[in-house]
């Protein structure tokens, strides 16, 4: 099985059967975020993290704040009055400081890798956060203007944790995109499973999703890049789980 059509056809298989029972798919609540200090949160704390912690995380910010954690509309954001601008989040940290940060809002010292000198993923999304708002970047409506932008997605892979360009592609998924995955261990490892592939970079991961997709349309119409990657996840994180 060495050419991409194949190894695109041995991924479709497993996903159609998965999609029979899960199609059309609802995708989960963290994709209706309310505010883009949120997603945001959301993004840098779940890499490498149950994702139960980091829903707790995300949640601990909103209450403190406190914030509506979510809106009704997967497919509209919320009006501009109605969000708080990213910039809040760089005053809250000025207010605060650091620690108060990490020990009475986030409660979570979790770091961006395991190597003594990695920084934590609160201070991850404080130079994020900042990152963002020097690129005039305060709403999810400001999102467009970044999502293209090489010289941005070069900065925030700058981010000590974010190199992968994991992160980035989840931030994109939860600020409103269905052209992403995010290529974690779960999503790979079943991609490796179907296929005979290894190895994968994050864009091989994402170019081969994409061919997949094209073969599942017919049967799934209206089915999304980020659709595929929420049943890969969900059915991973159910296999873990029972194993």
Do not use: C
């Not at 497993?14 to 029979?20: A, F, G, I, N, R």
């Amino acid at each position: 099985m060495n050419t991409w059509n194949e190894q695109a056809k041995a991924l479709a298989q497993p996903l159609e059967s998965l999609l029979v029972s899960r199609y059309p798919v609802t995708l989960p609540s963290e994709y209706r975020y309310a505010h883009l200090s949120l997603a945001l949160i959301d993004a840098v704390f779940s890499l490498g993290a149950r994702y139960e912690s980091t829903r707790a995380t995300v949640l601990r910010f909103a209450k403190v704040e406190p914030l509506r954690p979510f809106r009704e509309s997967l497919d509209v954001w919320p009006s501009l009055d109605a969000q708080q601008p990213l910039a809040d989040l760089l005053t809250r940290y000025r207010q605060r400081g650091m620690d108060s940060m990490l020990s009475e809002v986030y409660q979570n010292r979790q770091r961006t890798s395991s190597h003594e000198s990695a920084i934590t993923k609160a201070e991850a999304v404080l130079r994020a956060a900042t990152l963002l708002v020097s690129y005039h970047v305060n709403y999810f409506q400001d999102i467009p203007k970044v999502m293209a932008n090489r010289s941005f997605a070069d900065d925030f892979r700058a981010i000590p944790g974010q190199t992968s360009g994991t992160g980035l592609a989840y931030l994109w998924m939860l600020t409103g995109s269905d052209m992403h995955i995010k290529p974690d261990r779960m999503v790979i490892r079943f991609i490796e499973q179907a296929t005979s592939l290894r190895g994968l970079s994050p864009q091989q991961t994402q170019r081969l999703v994409e061919a997949a997709l094209e073969l599942l349309r017919p049967q799934f119409p209206g089915l999304t890049v980020r659709q595929i990657d929420y049943v890969i996840w969900s059915y991973e994180r159910f296999r873990t789980r029972h194993a």
